[in-house]
Structure formats: C-alpha cells, structure tokens
C-alpha cells in the first residue's frame, strides 16, 4: 500500500475536505429505502375487500372501474390502482 504525505494542509483544513466529501457523498443517498413491492389481489380478494359479489368484480373490470393484469390464466389487481380507483365523495 502506497503511503501518501500531505505537508501543505494543517488538520483543521485536512478536516474539512472530509467532511466536505463525505456530505456530498451523503446527499447523493437515497433516504427513503428501497420500494416495496407492488400487492397484487386476486378477484376473490378484491370480493372480500369490498364485501361484494364476483360477479360485481368482473362488472367492474369490464366498465374499466378497476385495471387487471393477468398472469397465466390468473387475473390480479394491483392495490394502488383498487385505491386510486375510490373516490371520495364531497359531503
């Protein structure tokens, strides 16, 4: 390992370049972590969630209410798309 010798700065100076580097490198992170992934709910699921028929669910999907993707044979909603779809009525 090379040895470096640095003459021209005092420790106080020497201090504040590190400190300077290292908040810069901080600012660079990210703070809010790593996204959760995405919940998916089967039709069954969503039946139960809103305490309605499947039959209701399936209306629902064929009007465009709720966005599905399906997987194999298996349709799913994604749960942010199920709550953006609520709307809250103004009383």
Do not use: C, H
């Not at 290292?22 to 972590?33: A, N």
């Not at 996204?35 to 709910?41: A, V």
């Not at 969630?49 to 999907?61: A, C, E, G, M, P």
């Amino acid at each position: 390992m090379a040895q470096i010798t640095l003459t021209q700065f005092s420790a106080e100076q020497l201090q504040n370049i590190f400190k300077e580097a290292i908040s810069s490198q901080i600012r660079g992170l990210s703070l809010e972590g790593p996204k959760p992934p995405e919940e998916y709910l089967t039709i069954e699921e969503v039946s139960l969630l809103f305490k309605v028929d499947i039959s209701t669910v399936y209306n629902w999907r064929k009007k465009g209410i709720l966005k599905a993707s399906q997987l194999g044979g298996r349709v799913y909603f994604k749960r942010s798309d199920i709550d953006n779809a609520v709307i809250e009525l103004k009383s």
